[in-house]
């Protein structure tokens, strides 16, 4: 499929606008996310219909605690990333050079019409990043939007300032991925930079009316010291606002850093705090058990909003229009009237059942 995002060299080679990365490329070659070619005098989007899988996840797993709470989302990636991270927990799907990855298809309608079926609230753009099949992207949430199925997107918010206002346009929220809170840490674990990262969190708080949430893998060594960790989330409250949702989850041993040691429960904790104490009303731990770190409490009066341990809701203090039984503090984010009831469940989802008779 062609894409816009791109311009012609005086060299002759085209460069992908789509993220900073700025790929000038050849008749030919791919940039670096793998999906995005360039064939004669444009650029195309090789994986347009094609996925890695679909599956039906709780919607905390992706991870969102304050977006339709114990709901289900229909979760999809494709192949490829625009970011090299060092400990990629997905990364037999994001490096992947393979399209035999790409084992099913599906149209945009098709998507749709599989969540509604299967019950689902949302459709989630996950497991690589959706900024670099943003055309595909786009098409499903259009599609997803006229059935009443909203979108979320998982995504490290790499993406330069006018493909992220179109793509963002599509997106009713987005967990973002926060990965450190210094150049160094994302030049050298990441391949990339920080400030575009931050322009993302910025657009997304000031510009749009999207939900999101941050999330940060707390690495030993590498981006869990006290120092960074108070500079990141005081920046959080003083640019995004003290109701963004902040969390931190634990690092285990993969890919290019398979020696570096799982993270301790007490890092975990103690990043929590430290959040707590800048300001940010809503910290989380995860990939952990902890359930007082992964439930919600009230930032007035501290009564418990949400229980949750893992995946699983339990004890529900808010009141119908997501405010606080016990003060009637309003707590921030996308609630119905009472939790959604999918559970911890995990469920694939065989595409070629939905789209036949379109």
Not at 139 to 165: F, W
Not at 216 to 243: A, R
Not at 301 to 315: A, D, K, T, V
Request: aromatic share 10%.
């Amino acid at each position: 499929m062609p894409v816009k995002y791109w311009h012609l060299l005086d060299d002759g080679r085209i460069q992908c606008d789509l993220c900073p990365r700025e790929c000038k490329l050849r008749d030919g070659q791919r940039g670096t996310c793998f999906v995005r070619e360039r064939r004669g005098d444009t650029m195309v989007l090789t994986t347009y219909g094609r996925s890695s899988g679909f599956c039906i996840d709780p919607i905390e797993k992706k991870p969102l605690n304050h977006f339709l709470p114990g709901s289900a989302v229909l979760s999809f990636g494709t192949a490829g990333c625009n970011l090299a991270c060092r400990f990629c927990q997905n990364w037999d799907i994001s490096k992947s050079k393979e399209f035999d990855t790409l084992a099913d298809q599906a149209s945009p309608e098709a998507i749709a019409e599989a969540a509604v079926a299967m019950g689902a609230d949302s459709v989630a753009f996950t497991y690589n990043d959706p900024v670099i099949f943003m055309e595909y992207a786009n098409d499903v949430a259009d599609a997803c939007h006229e059935v009443g199925v909203k979108t979320v997107a998982v995504t490290a918010g790499y993406i330069c300032d006018e493909p992220r206002r179109e793509f963002f346009d599509h997106i009713d929220a987005a967990n973002v991925d926060l990965k450190g809170f210094t150049d160094r840490f994302y030049r050298h674990v990441a391949a990339g930079q920080l400030q575009p990262v931050l322009d993302t969190l910025e657009y997304l708080a000031n510009e749009t009316d999207v939900w999101f949430e941050t999330t940060t893998l707390l690495i030993p060594g590498e981006n869990d010291s006290d120092v960074e960790l108070d500079e990141m989330t005081s920046w959080v409250v003083e640019k995004l606002g003290p109701h963004i949702p902040m969390h931190f989850t634990a690092f285990h041993p993969d890919f290019k850093m398979l020696d570096v040691p799982p993270t301790p429960p007490e890092t975990l904790e103690r990043a929590r705090a430290i959040a707590m104490a800048n300001g940010v009303r809503y910290a989380y731990t995860g990939n952990t058990f902890d359930e007082a770190g992964q439930s919600t409490y009230c930032h007035e009066c501290g009564l418990r909003l949400i229980q949750r341990n893992w995946y699983r809701l339990g004890e529900w203090n808010l009141t119908p229009d997501g405010k606080c039984e016990g003060c009637g503090a309003e707590c921030a984010g996308v609630f119905e009237t009472g939790p959604g009831g999918w559970g911890a469940k995990r469920v694939p989802v065989r595409m070629a059942d939905f789209g036949s008779r379109r």
